[in-house]
């Protein structure tokens, strides 16, 4: 093509990509090139400002780590990694919502029998975390793997403490019985911070926007048979359960701490009667 303006440039670059031999390739590659380019229209971008956005790319880059991946980090700050959540979801009305999976997952968490003790000696609120693993029949699944992870007391997941002997805590893995229950004791979450000293924090901060996260238990469930259900718990009264940062809250994951005054169950779980118990079915698709 020759002659090339700003109303035939976007033709330009699509007719280069024709020959993508990978179907879904071609069709991603022509719509992320025809929406950058709207992108640019709209906005009226000037150099000074795509110069700008440059840097954040290069910014991301220079401070991602195998720990810390700032992408990651913006992709959930924009709600994208949500609504790729979302999409994933798409069709699927009976399972369990999936929820952000996060940087903090660790593989290879400790295992802890049912009616363990996830927390340690943290001096947060002790909870009873429990319920079953269910298929979308009902029906219960045994043998389902079920990860924990949370943040301590202080706000911090276990990876993110830097003093000498910091232990891995907090984090766990154990499978479900023949009636499709889990269960471990351990503390209310609090709300965090998403680490804000990068670039995706500098977005936060020019955009009048704050880096916190609603107080959250992260759950990642695998069984043979069925998808992967990467999930979160969600306090219903948090203060940040509207403004979460990164857009993970669905109202089906929201759930109450309620007194409990099980003599049986707490003597389970060694904690002391009343306690707070979250009770929380979680639902696996066929797959
Ligand atoms: C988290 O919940 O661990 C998390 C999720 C997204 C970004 C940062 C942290
Ligand atoms: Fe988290």
Redesign the pocket.
Known sequence: MRNLQEDNITEAVLQTMEGTEDPRLKEIMTSLVKHLHAFAREVGLQQDEWMRGIQYLYDAGKISTPERNEF??TS?ILGL?SLVDMIKGRGVSSGTEYS?????FVDGAPEVPLEGNLAGDDPGTEVVLTGRVLNERSEPVEGARVDFWQTQSNGL?DVQETHEGAVPNLRCHQFTGADGRYGVRTIKPVSYK??DDGPAGEILRSTSRTAW?PA?Y?IWVNADGYLPLVT?LFPGDDDWIDRDA?F?VRDSLRVSFDDTADEDEASAYGVTAPYKKVEYDFVLVAG
């Not at 952000?100 to 903090?104: D, K, T």
């Open positions: 990651i980090l959930d990694s952000a999976l996060g940087p903090f997941y998403v680490p996260r959250h992260h979160e990164v993970a």
